[in-house]
């Protein structure tokens, strides 16, 4: 079936550092990719998302892109801000299916 | 657009209360709505689709009785959870579907004393 591994936290990194969070994914067909984001006490947030090879979804200084010949979608921002801090979960839905299958979530913290 | 709202958003009962948890679609129909648990510092399960105008559907080793989902429009859908019992305390979050992407609720946070 379908799966979602997610790099492992916690990660803390200092304020303006470059963040790359990994997700690689397995599949059959050709699912669509999302990055969503919890801030404590609060639901999922969509934060990007791509349908389909090669397609790059960004938000926010966020970046992924959907690479299919490696299986992956990592996140990755350029200068990460204290208000960053929140648990990132890359998702997957299958091809005509609306479920999601989600990673385990990577917990980010960035330090003043 | 796409909101998704979430009634209420912390509720205390006592052990064997019954608990309704609202969802709601505020700018858009949703067919198929989506109900997760999460433990803390844990990912989301799927308990349920809820789908409007007929029975919601289960995932394996979730109790149908015990959590039961009503979907009676297409901006709205309800998980009661019968009978609570303090196992049942999590965080409850339900979803909605618009343009092939799930739009989440704020969560509702669910302790049974």
């Known amino acids: 079936g379908d799966s979602v591994t997610q790099m492992e936290g916690p990660v803390t990194l200092s304020e303006e550092a470059f963040l790359t969070i990994n997700c690689t994914y397995t599949?059959?067909?050709?699912?669509?990719l999302f990055w969503y984001v919890q801030y404590p006490g609060e639901g999922l947030q969509l934060l990007l998302k791509?349908?389909?090879?090669?397609d790059k979804g960004s938000n926010k200084g966020f970046e992924a892109t959907y690479r299919k010949e490696t299986t992956s979608f990592h996140l990755e921002k350029g200068s990460v801000q204290v208000s960053d801090s929140a648990v990132y979960f890359c998702?997957?839905?299958?091809?005509?299916?609306?479920?999601?299958?989600f990673g385990t979530g990577t917990r980010l913290t960035i330090i003043p | 657009g796409a909101v998704v709202s979430q009634h209420p958003s912390r509720v205390i009962c006592k052990s064997g209360t019954s608990v309704k948890i609202e969802c709601r679609s505020l700018?858009?129909?949703?067919?198929?709505m989506f109900w997760y648990r999460q433990f803390p510092k844990q990912s989301l399960m799927l308990m349920a689709t809820?789908?409007?105008?007929?029975?919601?559907?289960?995932e394996q080793g979730v109790e149908k009785d015990k959590f039961l989902i009503n979907h009676a429009s297409l901006t709205l859908s309800t998980l009661t959870v019968t009978s609570a019992h303090p196992e049942d305390s999590s965080f409850y979050i339900c979803?909605?579907?618009?343009?092939?992407?799930?739009?989440f609720g704020p969560g509702t946070r669910l302790t049974v004393l």
């Open positions: 700018d858009f129909q949703a067919t198929t």
């Open positions: 998702a997957l839905s299958g091809f005509g299916n609306e479920k999601l299958t």
């Open positions: 791509a349908t389909k090879a090669d």
């Open positions: 599949a059959t067909g050709y699912p669509s």
């Open positions: 979803s909605a579907t618009s343009s092939n992407t799930q739009y």
């Open positions: 809820s789908n409007e105008g007929s029975k919601a559907t289960y």
